[in-house]
């Protein structure tokens, strides 16, 4: 008797595991789906605000910020195939997979070294204003844009290459489960991953610490909190906020150590909190604290709520 109720015990146990599990898993695929949801409505009217707007298309500064917004768009597209791929677990053929983690592998690279870009500039506008203009064109403004393509690019020109010597032929003609660890076949290419990782943070950190110190020595020395040196130390200290949370993504092992009972739910955590919610913050930096974007977007809000009320008094 004793047996029987133990085993009966035991197997209520794991119902009722497996159901807190399913809540759990659904709850967090609801929050994550409507968050993406909003973010991209964000991610639209920023962007339709860019490319309707000829004064964004000129400045430099919203040049880099239309590029940060596009870099972050495709990224969460590529992964958010990769985290509905790990939810619904499916094979798919392995050129196919590897196409996208290797795209969400560099753009996750393009946002650090896009927020470095960005607060260089500010320091310049701000510590050398006479000389903005000269240093910050549209032509060189492209030419970063390359040199950021290129370096987010070449960790994984070494990846293709250790991967091309380590594999035969037949493991690109099957089909395989759309993660990186998927294409981890040496220890060489973790490595890598983690060195490039490494020089990308610890550069673009020195960056940011660098113009933020210079911006808020000219910030003290006009001694006014209203200042543009002001407001520009202020941006460069929520681009270092945003780089923190870019570095969070790198903690998803300790997570997934301590979540290890849960699975189901770990691609979910890794999706909301380490992929989506550092670009979540890019929108709200020009968007909320940018002149020209917080005009355009009362209009705009102010247009459809006109046309509600139209509606209404006419029917």
């Known amino acids: 008797m004793t047996n029987i109720s133990d085993i009966q015990h035991n197997n209520n146990t794991q119902e009722i595991n497996v159901v807190t599990k399913n809540v759990m898993q659904w709850t967090f695929l609801g929050i994550t789906m409507a968050s993406f949801i909003i973010y991209l409505y964000i991610m639209a009217a920023m962007l339709s605000i860019y490319f309707t707007s000829a004064v964004a298309r000129q400045e430099v500064r919203y040049v880099l910020f239309g590029h940060m917004l596009i870099a972050d768009l495709v990224y969460l597209l590529l992964s958010l195939f ?6 619904y677990p499916s094979t798919y053929p392995a050129p196919f997979c590897y196409i996208f983690v290797l795209g969400t592998s560099s753009t996750l690279k393009i946002a650090p070294y896009n927020l470095a870009i960005m607060s260089l500039e500010r320091y310049i506008a701000i510590c050398f204003p006479l000389r903005h203009e000269e240093l910050c064109t549209l032509q060189r403004a492209q030419l970063a844009f390359a040199i950021i393509w290129a370096i987010g690019i070449l960790p994984n020109i070494s ?4 991967l091309i010597l380590s594999t035969d032929k037949l493991f690109y003609s099957q089909n395989v489960i759309c993660s990186r660890t998927s294409f981890l076949v040496t220890p060489v290419q ?4 983690i060195v490039a990782h490494a020089t990308t943070f610890s550069m673009v950190g020195l960056i940011i610490i660098f113009t933020y110190t ?44 301590l979540l290890r009972d849960y699975v189901s739910v770990l691609p979910m955590v890794n999706f909301c909190f380490f992929m989506c919610l550092p670009r979540f913050i890019s929108p709200i930096i020009y968007g909320i604290r940018d002149e020209l974007f917080r005009k355009r977007i009362k209009n705009v809000l102010c247009c459809r709520c006109q046309k509600q009320y139209r509606k209404q008094a006419v029917s």
């Open 82 to 87: 990769l985290f509905f791929a790990s939810f």
């Open 159 to 162: 990846d293709i290459i250790i």
């Open 190 to 193: 973790n490595t890598i991953r």
């Open 214 to 257: 210079k911006i808020m020595l000219v910030a003290f020395r006009v001694d006014l909190r209203k200042s543009s040196a002001a407001k520009a130390g202020t941006t460069v200290m929520l681009h270092a906020i945003q780089l923190l949370l870019c570095m969070v993504a790198y903690s998803y092992s300790i997570f997934e150590t």
